[in-house]
Every structure is written in C-alpha cells, then in structure tokens.
C-alpha cells in the first residue's frame, strides 16, 4: 500500500529525496507521515502531512532541514532532506494513519521503508 524509494548513501551536508507511492485508494485520503528508526533505537516521528496539504513537524532537529509535501494527482508523498549529518542515519518509514499521531504505535499502515546512511 506505501512503497518509499529514494534511500542511498550520501555525504555529511548532503541531501536526499524520498518519495512513497501509495496505491491503496483509501489511503490516498488519509494523513500521511514519515518515521524514522536509527539502530538500535526506538522509531521517531518526524512529520506528517494532512490530506490537504496541513503539516506539522514533530522532531525539532529537523526542523529547518526537512520538508514533507505531497502530490496527490501523483499519489506521492515526498520528504526532502537537506544538510544531513550522520545522526540522520535511519530507516525511514512512510506511515498512513486517519490521524497523525507520533506515537508510532497509533499509526495503523506502513511502509517497508527506505535506508539513508549518511557517511564520508
């Protein structure tokens, strides 16, 4: 139903984009948001954004880095990522719930998600 593309190894000061393609149709009208899991810690959440485009960041060291839209005539969600540092280092999940929640337990639908290493 989520499908995130768009991980990769990139530089300390780098950026990337990520992108999820949801395909299921119901889900196209939910909220959607970006997790993330570094190893061996717990999952963080990062942003969500509404169906209509309302967004809220949730993780305050992203905060002036990241940026979460989405394309709903495309079905896809992005998150651009900018002046990465190697504590950015995560799986990151696309997440789809009726309502955003950061409590990753409150969020019903997710991705297989997409692995940034960021590393010189």
């Known amino acids: 139903h989520l499908v995130e593309s768009g991980g990769g190894l990139v530089q300390p000061g780098g950026s990337l984009r990520l992108s999820c393609v949801i395909s299921d149709v119901l889900l196209k009208f939910y909220d959607v948001a970006w997790f993330r899991q570094a190893p061996g810690k717990e999952y963080e959440g990062i942003s969500c954004i509404s169906e209509h485009g309302g967004r809220t960041d949730w993780l305050d060291s992203i905060k002036g880095r990241f940026a979460i839209s989405r394309d709903n005539a495309k079905n896809t969600i992005y998150l651009q990522m900018n002046s990465l540092t190697p504590d950015d280092t995560a799986v990151y999940y696309c997440?789809?719930?009726?309502?955003?929640?950061?409590?990753?337990?409150?969020?019903?639908?997710w991705g297989k998600g997409t692995l940034v290493t960021v590393s010189s």
């Open positions: 997440v789809a719930d009726p309502t955003c929640n950061s409590d990753p337990n409150a969020m019903d639908y």
